[in-house]
């Protein structure tokens, strides 16, 4: 069975660092794109960021409001996908998701919830608050 499992959430002050984990089973993740995605209270679900697998080069595409404080990398050995998330604001409370889709340019450049991600994970909660 393919699941996607998020941890690494928690409660973290204004300025402060998280790192989120996405682990697989049932399938290597490096075969596909990998997007993290956030839904705040009351608000859509959001594209946050994804990467290309290892053979596509590992590109990589941030919503304009992480640019700079988060990073997506890969550990295959792992078969795990991070998301450092640095600068943390109260904005960027919500739970994230990590997805698995189609390993293509237009799928990691939209890195949106919409389109061509298959399997999803059940979040992990991140409260940014003082």
């Known amino acids: 069975q393919l699941q996607l499992v998020e941890s690494g959430g928690g409660l973290v002050q204004p300025g402060g660092s998280l790192r989120l984990s996405c682990t697989a089973s049932?399938?290597?993740?490096?075969?596909?794109?990998i997007g993290w995605f956030r839904q705040a209270p009351g608000k859509e679900r959001e594209g946050v960021s994804c990467?290309?697998?290892?053979?596509?080069?590992?590109?990589?595409n941030y919503a304009d409001s992480v640019k700079g404080r988060f990073t997506i990398s890969r550990d295959n050995a792992k078969n795990t996908v991070y998301l450092q998330m640095n600068s943390l604001e109260p904005e960027d409370t919500a739970v994230y998701y990590c997805?698995?889709?189609?390993?293509?340019?237009?799928?990691?450049?939209?890195?949106?919830?919409?389109?061509?991600?298959?399997?999803w994970g059940k979040g992990t909660l991140v409260t940014v608050s003082s």
């Open positions: 990467i290309s697998s290892s053979g596509s080069g590992g590109i990589t």
């Open positions: 997805a698995a889709g189609d390993d293509t340019i237009p799928v990691v450049s939209t890195c949106s919830v919409d389109y061509g991600m298959d399997y």
């Open positions: 049932g399938f290597t993740l490096d075969y596909y794109a």
